[in-house]
Structure formats: C-alpha cells, structure tokens
C-alpha cells in the first residue's frame, strides 16, 4: 500500500510541475499580447502575473484532483477507527501525544502516509499562494500606485511563507514520531488494531 502511494504521489508531483511550466510559457505569452504597445513595466507584470496565474492555479488545481483520486490509499491507514480514535492518532503522530497500545500501529501507518503526502500538499499550498498572488500582480499592472494590491500581494506571500513553515514542521514531527517508532514491524503497522 505503501508502494502504491509513493507512486501515485510521485506521478502527482510530475504532473503539476509539468502543467506549472506549461501554465508558466502560455501566461507569459498571454500577458506579452495582452500588453502590447504598454509600458515595459506594465508588459513584465501582466506576463508575470498570468504566469504566476495560469501556473500556480493549474498546478493547484492538478495536485487537489490527484489528493482526492488517492483519497483511499490516505485513508487507509485509519479506516475503521471512530472520530475519537483518529483524533488519538493524528495528535500523537503531530504533537507526540501518548497513544494507547491498540493504537500504536494505526499512529505509525498514519505517520507512513503522511511523510509521503505531506510534501505534495506542501507544493499545493505554495502553487496556490502563486496563483492568486499573480492574480493580484496582473491588477497591478495596470495601476502600479495601487497601495491595496501591493499589500494584498505582500500579504499573501507572507502568509504562503508562514504555511509552508508550518506544513515542513508537521513533516518534521511525523519524522520523529516514526524515528521513535521505528520497532513497530511494518506488517503490525498495516494491520487493524485488535478488537477488546
């Protein structure tokens, strides 16, 4: 299962990266016809922000349609538990919470799943950011005085920046809950907790 997952996660990446790239040359395509005869800066905005746009959304938008195709491999690892039970799990594998026995082996499934998606939400997160950030650039381009749509624009870098931190510091967390987890076999790792 775990196999399957890296792989299909491995071909969501590509994908998006390439639908990024070709996003990126029709964008800038687009805003160089877009803006023709315009200021030299006009020009460079307009094709940057329909870049940003086209790519960003794109990419964003391949990378959601790839998260809910694999909706079952994620799912894999808690299926059966009640809501209770997969918030245990999911607070011991981010926050290092303890987790009861029955329990161990789900966490440690869990924390597999998420040390492989977590980079590729990661990617989403940034590629969205991208894309709305460059919707707001091809505004600009029009009115460079525009005070509003420059802190929009910083705003939404900011807070880009702030969840990618966040997103690498769960990856970072689920690292050391498998580290310290590393004696749970992985066959006790993919097999349902025993019924009492």
Same mark, same amino acid.
């Given at each position: 299962?775990?196999?399957?997952?890296?792989?299909?996660?491995?071909?969501?990446? /590509?994908?998006?990266?390439? @639908?990024?790239?070709?996003?990126?040359?029709?964008?800038? +395509?687009?805003?160089?016809?877009?803006? #023709?005869?315009? /200021?030299?800066?006009?020009?460079?905005?307009? =094709?940057?922000?329909?870049?940003?746009?086209?790519? &960003?959304? &794109?990419?964003?938008? =391949?990378?959601?349609?790839?998260?809910?195709?694999?909706?079952?491999?994620? =799912?894999?690892?808690? $299926? &059966?538990?009640?809501? +209770?039970?997969?918030?245990?799990? #999911?607070? +011991?594998?981010?926050?290092?919470?303890? @987790?009861?026995?029955?329990?161990?082996?789900?966490?440690?499934?869990?924390?597999?799943?998420?040390?492989?998606?977590?980079?590729?939400?990661?990617?989403?997160?940034?590629?969205?950011?991208?894309?709305?950030? $460059?919707?707001?650039?091809?505004?600009?381009?029009?009115?460079?005085?525009?005070?509003?749509?420059?802190?929009?624009?910083?705003?939404?870098?900011?807070?880009?920046?702030?969840?990618?931190?966040?997103?690498?510091?769960?990856?970072?967390?689920?690292?050391?809950?498998?580290?310290?987890?590393?004696?749970?076999?992985?066959?006790?790792?993919?097999?349902?907790?025993?019924?009492?």
């Amino acid at each position: 299962m775990e196999t399957q997952l890296q792989d299909t996660v491995r071909r969501a990446a /590509r994908r998006a990266v390439w @639908i990024a790239l070709a996003g990126a040359v029709a964008g800038i +395509a687009i805003g160089a016809w877009l803006s #023709q005869g315009e /200021r030299p800066l006009e020009v460079f905005l307009t =094709s940057l922000g329909c870049a940003m746009a086209l790519g &960003g959304l &794109g990419a964003a938008l =391949s990378t959601m349609v790839s998260q809910f195709r694999m909706k079952h491999l994620v =799912s894999a690892a808690t $299926g &059966g538990l009640d809501a +209770a039970e997969q918030r245990d799990v #999911q607070r +011991a594998v981010l926050s290092g919470a303890p @987790i009861p026995a029955a329990l161990e082996a789900r966490a440690v499934a869990h924390a597999h799943v998420l040390e492989v998606t977590l980079p590729l939400v990661t990617a989403q997160q940034l590629f969205l950011f991208c894309g709305i950030a $460059g919707s707001q650039v091809i505004g600009l381009a029009s009115d460079v005085t525009s005070w509003f749509r420059i802190v929009l624009v910083g705003v939404l870098v900011v807070v880009g920046a702030i969840t990618v931190v966040q997103l690498r510091r769960s990856l970072a967390r689920v690292r050391r809950f498998l580290a310290a987890h590393d004696d749970v076999p992985a066959e006790r790792a993919s097999a349902p907790p025993a019924q009492s």
